[in-house]
């Protein structure tokens, strides 16, 4: 294996590209890793540092609300979505992920499913208090990030949350030089997950990266009124 974590993601979707199978590299990743092959490069044993930051500062009471996490991955963030009293779904694409996810959290109250963001069951429609989108649309091929940031607006119920975390990409900087994945969201982007009906911006924040502090991330909340 490379000590370039962002190696072997960018080799599968490269291949996955080739054979115009865009989303396909996910389930490639998941099931290199679970044969020691590879590594996920954001499996970090731990919730996103960017989310536990907003529970602790919003301090939201989930007890008899819904919630969704996006790209769920190993569990991680899903798990403290439900440890702070949310009914909570987690969806990865990768059937290995989703395996992967009930393995490490055999206790969990979690409910891990197989779902694709850009083909969501017509029952999530507006139907969870909480979104939780982290890394998912950044992801995807610039080309599909338009329709993934509209699909992740549809699953906000009216009065919800919506919670994206992200890299950041400089305003102007051209498409052609993003050599992905990820494909990290320009302010721009980020700001279009507004443009879905009812759904609002209230707060954005960029925060310089802990690993490299020249990158930043975005941390942005959205309300259905």
Do not use: C
């Amino acid at each position: 294996m490379s000590d370039d974590p962002t190696r072997e993601p960018r080799r599968f979707a490269r291949a996955a590209l080739e054979r115009d199978d865009p989303t396909g590299w996910f389930e490639d990743l998941y099931s290199a890793a679970a044969g020691g092959e590879a590594v996920i490069p954001w499996d970090r044993g731990s919730a996103n540092p960017l989310l536990s930051e907003w529970f602790e500062a919003s301090e939201p009471n989930g007890t008899g609300r819904a919630a969704v996490v996006i790209g769920a991955g190993t569990g991680w963030d899903a798990e403290l979505v439900a440890d702070r009293g949310y009914q909570t779904t987690a969806f990865d694409i990768s059937p290995t992920a989703v395996e992967t996810a009930q393995r490490n959290h055999p206790d969990s109250q979690v409910q891990y499913v197989v779902a694709d963001l850009l083909d969501q069951p017509a029952e999530w429609h507006h139907a969870f208090d909480l979104v939780v989108e982290i890394y998912t649309v950044q992801a995807l091929p610039i080309p599909l990030q338009p329709s993934a940031v509209q699909k992740v607006g549809d699953l906000v119920a009216p009065g919800g949350t919506l919670v994206v975390i992200a890299s950041s990409r400089a305003e102007g900087q051209p498409d052609a030089e993003v050599e992905g994945p990820p494909w990290p969201l320009t302010r721009a982007t980020l700001e279009s997950f507004a443009s879905a009906p009812d759904l609002r911006l209230i707060e954005l924040e960029a925060s310089p990266s802990p690993t490299d502090p020249t990158s930043k991330r975005w941390r942005a909340e959205f309300l259905r009124d």
